[in-house]
């Protein structure tokens, strides 16, 4: 059984949006995403623990991507808005530790991946 199951990538011109959604089988305090474009180590992107105010974003997506969690679902929602060429990854969702309570863009943090999911933005 995948502990990990998302949905959601594909292909879009730049300036359009997509929604990545998770759905988890495990039980964790950070749910989130990375990303690895070609060529290119695996970042964080975004990522939000179960109480308000643990979110983390990495600089550049702050004001385009909005990360949300329902902990009914145990789903993590990643809502991507003008997206840009330089977007272009495979897009993993990722469980795991947090940090003093924060959830951090780390991999060290991460206990377990979803296979990832492809976003494409052309110019």
């Known amino acids: 059984q995948e502990q990990l199951m998302e949905s959601g990538g594909g292909s879009v011109q730049a300036g359009g949006s997509l929604r990545l959604s998770c759905v988890a089988s495990?039980?964790?305090?950070?749910l989130g995403w990375f990303r690895q474009a070609p060529g290119k180590e695996r970042e964080g992107v975004a990522s939000?623990?179960?109480?308000?105010?643990?979110?983390y974003y990495a600089e550049y997506a702050k004001g385009r991507f909005t990360v949300s969690r329902d902990n009914a679902k145990n789903t993590v929602y990643l809502e991507m808005n003008n997206l840009k060429p330089e977007d272009t990854a495979v897009y993993y969702c990722?469980?795991?530790?947090?940090?003093?309570?924060?959830?951090?863009?780390?991999?060290?943090?991460?206990?377990?991946w979803g296979r990832g999911t492809q976003v494409a933005v052309s110019s």
């Open positions: 990722a469980a795991g530790r947090g940090y003093d309570w924060m959830c951090r863009g780390v991999q060290s943090d991460i206990v377990y």
């Open positions: 495990v039980n964790a305090f950070c």
């Open positions: 939000i623990g179960k109480q308000e105010g643990t979110a």
